[in-house]
């Protein structure tokens, strides 16, 4: 299955600035996905990245908010704007990978805190 | 609209005893079920899936889980118990009938497998 690489793992931000998390895939795939796995909460959709084209938000995340690059077929990146400590979470990278048995390969992800 | 609960937060179980996490399921048409297992930063990682077909399923590690669509549940289940089952599982739905590559997930449920 497709192997991913998420960077950085873990990192502790200041309010009001700005991270970048990166996404690399060792396989061209179609299909990104950003998750956002809030502090003892569940795993929801921030957005849907295609190559080539715009992200598609879920509802409830915004571009101003979560801007999203799709430069290839192997990478992408989340930025997570002017932040709060209530974006404190882990951020996940997924991709949509035919050669595994669900379809899916999700990142380690990023555990981000706010201070 | 398309979600699974987990109803406990915690499980706790002897090593060697058989263990059993609840996930329930509320979808519109036939459900697409699928387990996943969390371990301490590490990426989620696929355990198994449920489309049609037989009811009950296996995956990985030794882990089943039967479909009842009568109670509307996909219970993840092990004979046998090991320490190094200790991790956090999420039972998840898939929305066939809106963004395909969604997956809703539950809240999660905390195995604890004590020796």
């Known amino acids: 299955s497709a192997v991913i690489s998420q960077k950085p793992s873990r990192d502790i931000c200041q309010r009001g600035t700005s991270l970048t998390i990166q996404c690399q895939v060792d396989s061209q795939v179609t299909m990104m996905f950003w998750y956002r796995q809030q502090p003892g909460q569940s795993l929801t959709l921030i957005a849907t990245?295609?190559?080539?084209?715009?992200?598609?938000?879920e509802s409830g995340f915004v571009i101003d908010k979560f801007p999203i690059s799709r430069p290839n077929l192997t990478f992408s990146t989340l930025t997570v704007s002017n932040m709060s400590p209530e974006d404190s979470s882990i951020y996940l990278c997924?991709?949509?990978?035919?050669?595994?048995?669900?379809?899916?390969?999700f990142g380690s992800g990023t555990r981000l805190t706010v201070v | 609209a398309q979600s699974v609960a987990q109803p406990e937060d915690q499980v706790n179980v002897a090593e060697g005893n058989p263990l059993t996490v609840k996930c329930t399921y509320s979808v519109s048409g036939n459900p697409y079920l699928f387990w996943y297992v969390q371990y301490p930063n590490r990426g989620l990682q696929f355990l198994l899936k449920?489309?049609?077909?037989?009811?009950l399923v296996k995956g990985s590690y030794g882990f089943e889980a039967e479909f009842n669509k009568s109670q509307t549940s996909f219970h993840l289940k092990k004979p046998s118990a090991l320490v190094s089952d200790s991790a956090l599982y999420f039972c998840?739905?898939?929305?066939?009938?809106?963004?395909?590559?969604?997956?809703?997930f539950g809240s999660g449920t905390k195995l604890n497998v004590k020796p």
């Open positions: 990245a295609n190559q080539g084209s715009e992200a598609t938000y």
């Open positions: 449920y489309i049609t077909g037989d009811n």
């Open positions: 997924s991709v949509e990978d035919r050669t595994g048995e669900d379809g899916y390969t």
């Open positions: 998840a739905v898939r929305d066939v009938f809106g963004n395909f590559n969604k997956f809703y």
